[in-house]
């Protein structure tokens, strides 16, 4: 069963050929055999999903077109489920149980997903390379001398290894996309209030998102499908599209103009992923009617950025240096107080810039119809590396510069979607970045679905841990 794909193992259910209870016992077989190996599924909820599991059977056949009938998935440490350990990777918190569940949670209970347990997460998401000091480090079942990427690292792992059949995950640098290209899974970042959740600390916060990880494009859409809505509770989420996104990607269809960028105009790039990837933009020109090398300006983006992350950092997390100092890792340290530092004026600055971008961005889109990018500059490297210092000798003066691939797409509040699109010499997992214009969700999934049925790499996971 863990070879099925989460569309496969949906209708399997939605037949009666396998029950909910039955797959829960798969998942959580799986879990036990490979958690030791690569540490994704450290907080597990087994019991709870039986429960529900029994209520689903129960309850009977559901006529939702978007329900999913019992099918196991992860939620990432950072996103509460009522009842269930909720440590946000971090020791303030190693023993806090969570007293409800975000609405992105009940909203995907109440469509017949089953969560199995909590995905690791570096501490409050800081970072993509999944640690901490509570849970431990994540590995990539490709190879487990090696990091998942993060911060949705555990999400990505679990995946990877088999573990469950769809995943959530959150991304303000890349942390859906990241671990997406590191393990040979897709991630997708939403636009904006696509994907309600809440209650938040930062309701209006637009750089953060919510999103959905699988092993397939169809997989993601088929999670988007039922994440998707506003609600009250999230004033900035959007209205439910009039449309299936699984049915969008189904539908298939041919671009005019395409654009790639082999490194945003601005950034080092390994020379391997750079040659994997443009390969992978090559093959495909069979379904667009033209390809140029072109980007709009991000020369302004990193420090857009920086000041950005550093001032929400300082929001969300500023009394906890107050309060909690001695329990925080450096890195979430030094984002608060580069926040505390800033000015009206810088902030004021970040702003407009951003807002001069957005202009860019929808000028480029007047003439693309997707940007085709690499996710991240490297392969997966070392998991006792925290963060990367230099890529191709440009030396880094903070933990997150490495993340320039992700986060200068972040600032243009465009969905932009991870796929696997091949693998280094020595087998490890790279993927693709795929860019549309804002709230084009259906665009970025019908192009990765696209480019993955030229390709076999989907089927390649999930894989048994390996070093």
Same mark, same amino acid.
């Given at each position: ?42 907080? @597990? ?19 939702? &077109? ?122 997708? @970042? &939403? ?48 209205? @439910? ?29 390994? *020379? ?13 020109? *069979? ?56 000015? *009206? ?34 392969? &997966? ?54 860019? *549309? ?31």
């Amino acid at each position: 069963m863990i070879k099925k794909t989460a569309v496969e193992a949906v209708e399997l259910l939605k037949a009666g050929e396998v029950s909910p209870l039955e797959l829960v016992e798969f998942s959580a077989a799986r879990i036990l055999e490979t958690d030791d190996a690569v540490n994704s599924m450290p907080i @597990r909820c087994f019991d709870r999903a039986r429960d529900h599991a029994k209520r689903i059977m129960a309850e009977g056949k559901s006529d939702n &077109p978007n329900y999913l009938h019992g099918l196991p998935i992860a939620i990432k440490d950072l996103t509460p489920v009522e009842g269930v350990r909720f440590t946000l990777g971090s020791p303030i918190y190693a023993d806090q149980v969570a007293t409800h569940s975000d609405l992105m949670v009940k909203r995907l209970e109440a469509a017949g997903a089953i969560v199995m347990g909590k995905a690791n997460t570096p501490e409050f998401g800081a970072g993509a390379q999944t640690f901490n000091e509570v849970l431990g480090t994540t590995t990539n079942p490709w190879d487990t001398t090696k990091t998942p990427g993060g911060s949705s690292g555990g999400s990505a792992a679990a995946l990877a290894a088999g573990q469950v059949w769809l995943a959530q995950g959150s991304d303000l640098g890349g942390s859906l996309r990241i671990p997406a290209s590191f393990t040979g899974t897709v991630g997708l @970042r &939403p636009s904006p209030g696509r994907v309600a959740h809440g209650p938040a600390t930062l309701p209006f916060a637009q750089n953060s998102v919510e999103g959905p990880m699988g092993r397939t494009v169809a997989d993601v859409a088929m999670m988007l499908d039922v994440m998707v809505g506003e609600d009250p509770i999230d004033p900035i989420s959007l209205q @439910r599209p009039p449309y299936s996104y699984l049915d969008k990607v189904k539908e298939g269809g041919k671009f005019d103009h395409v654009a790639y960028s082999p490194d945003l105009g601005t950034n080092p790039i390994d *020379a391997e992923v750079a040659e994997i990837c443009e390969t992978a933009v090559r093959s495909f020109v *069979a379904h667009a009617n033209s390809l140029e090398q072109d980007c709009f300006d991000l020369s302004e983006g990193h420090d857009i950025f920086q000041i950005q992350r550093a001032a929400q950092f300082a929001a969300t997390h500023g009394p906890k240096l107050e309060t909690d100092r001695d329990k925080l890792k450096p890195d979430v340290i030094w984002n608060i107080e580069a926040g505390l530092k800033l000015t *009206a004026a810088d902030i004021g600055w970040s702003q407009r810039a951003q807002g001069q971008l957005v202009h860019r961005v929808a000028a480029f889109f007047e003439k693309y119809d997707l940007l085709f990018t690499p996710t991240v500059m490297v392969p &997966p490297f070392n998991h006792e590396i925290r963060s990367l210092s230099e890529v191709n000798g440009v030396k880094f003066d903070n933990y997150v510069a490495w993340l320039a691939q992700t986060y200068l797409l972040t600032i243009t509040g465009c969905p932009s979607i991870s796929v696997p699109c091949g693998y280094t010499k020595s087998g490890l997992p790279v993927g693709l970045q795929i860019m *549309a214009a804002p709230h084009r969700e259906d665009l970025v999934l019908q192009a990765a679905w696209l480019f993955e049925t030229d390709h076999d790499f989907a089927a390649m996971v999930p894989v048994d841990p390996r070093s």
